[in-house]
């Protein structure tokens, strides 16, 4: 059997996604939340899923976990919620619902490559419509490639990764007011941004707003979440498996959401460290860093290349993601993501060191 002729040619000159093995380092790639719990909170976690059933199939609607956001969030009941195993899948829910006419995804690059990579995967038109040198969003270029490609979806990181910015909100406004289809605002990072746009679902019907657990605190938990109006997610409710989110996970979430306080309180030590490695980085000769309003932070090495300097960080237990090479705009730029000050204080002594070396 010819696996080449069975296979679509998309996913044959895919590449899997790369996870880097960082057994023993000090992991600063991924954008988690460096914080374990107490052992007080995992034990009232554990004895709290002592309630759940394995022998039986999850609540499909994950009911509980629903009913806890909508109303802490204040939820209209225009707007329902679409879950799913990571903002991940949500993103490939989506792709999966377009119609032929509107197969094209626009996106903006640099920013989260799977809204590119799903969609090539899935032999849909994608079109990255480069920012600006200084990471600013190409309003007019945007413009053009919406009018000549006629999107389905456009996909807009808020803050954007790996930049860490938010684009204007009159920007944003713009775009949805032409946008022949659908906008996906994707706020992974609102908790670290301390702001959000999910009053515009209420103004725009055709403006999604998507969130994780993720960068929140639960990376293991695989957890996202889809706003819109009703009548998108109960279409896109048929794409997704019907029991995609496990008894566990939504029993976790459910705990979480009952003590989101402890979360709130990591976010807020992880905004002021933020803001100590800003200062930090700037501070050293040869490197330019961009602010940022998630949990991580966008660096050019300007005297070293950077892929010198992310292999001397891993010979010295710190791993940080390399972007150069990834996209142009990314020339020599590294990003890492904020870890506890501990952590963050030996990235920047051996950093400091590595250029001056
Ligand atoms: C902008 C953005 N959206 C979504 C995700 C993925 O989130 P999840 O872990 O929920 O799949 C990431 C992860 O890096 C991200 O940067």
Redesign the pocket.
């Known amino acids: 059997m010819n696996l080449k002729k069975i296979i679509k040619p998309a996913v044959l000159q895919a590449n899997a996604y790369h996870i880097p093995k960082a057994e023993g380092l000090i992991k600063l790639d ?2 988690e939340n460096p914080y374990a719990w107490s052992e007080e909170i995992k034990n009232q976690w554990a004895e709290y899923l002592k309630q759940a059933n394995l022998n039986r199939y999850p609540d499909a609607d994950a009911s509980n976990v629903r009913q806890q956001l909508k109303s802490s969030l204040n939820l209209s009941d225009n707007i329902d919620i679409l879950f799913g195993n ?3 899948e949500l993103i490939q829910i989506i792709l999966l619902a377009l119609n032929k006419e509107f197969n094209s995804v626009l996106a903006v690059e640099p920013s ?1 490559v ?1 809204y590119r990579l799903l969609s090539e995967l899935l032999e849909l038109n994608f079109s990255g419509v480069l920012l600006n040198g200084d990471f600013s969003l190409n309003l007019s270029s945007v413009k053009v490639s919406i009018e000549q490609q006629q999107p389905g979806v456009i996909f807009i ?1 808020w803050p954007n ?1 790996p930049t860490g910015n938010c684009f204007g909100e009159d920007e944003l406004e713009q775009i949805f007011n032409i946008a022949p289809g659908l906008v996906v605002v ?1 706020e ?2 609102h908790v670290f941004a301390q702001k959000t746009m999910m009053s515009y679902l209420e103004k725009y019907p055709n403006v999604l707003l998507m969130r ?1 657990f ?1 960068k929140l605190g639960l ?1 293991g938990l ?1 957890l ?1 979440m889809l706003f819109g109006r009703k009548e998108w997610i109960s279409q896109f409710n048929k794409i997704r498996l019907p029991y995609n989110i496990g008894t566990l996970n939504q029993l976790s979430a459910s705990f979480i959401l009952d003590n989101i306080e402890i979360l709130e309180q990591q976010a807020m030590q992880i905004r002021k460290d933020r803001q100590t490695m800003f200062t930090a980085l700037t501070a050293i000769n040869g490197i330019q860093a961009w602010p940022s309003n998630a949990n991580f932070i966008l660096f050019r090495v300007e005297d070293k290349p950077a892929d010198e300097i992310h292999a001397a960080l891993l010979d010295n237990k710190i791993l940080i993601k390399n972007l150069h090479g990834s996209q142009a705009l990314l020339k020599n730029c590294l990003r890492v993501t904020v870890g506890t000050a501990e952590e963050n204080e030996k990235f920047i002594s051996c950093l400091k060191a590595i250029i001056s070396s």
């Open positions: 991924a954008m990571g903002s991940d989260f799977m990181a990764n994707d992974a990072y994780t993720s990376a695989r996202g």
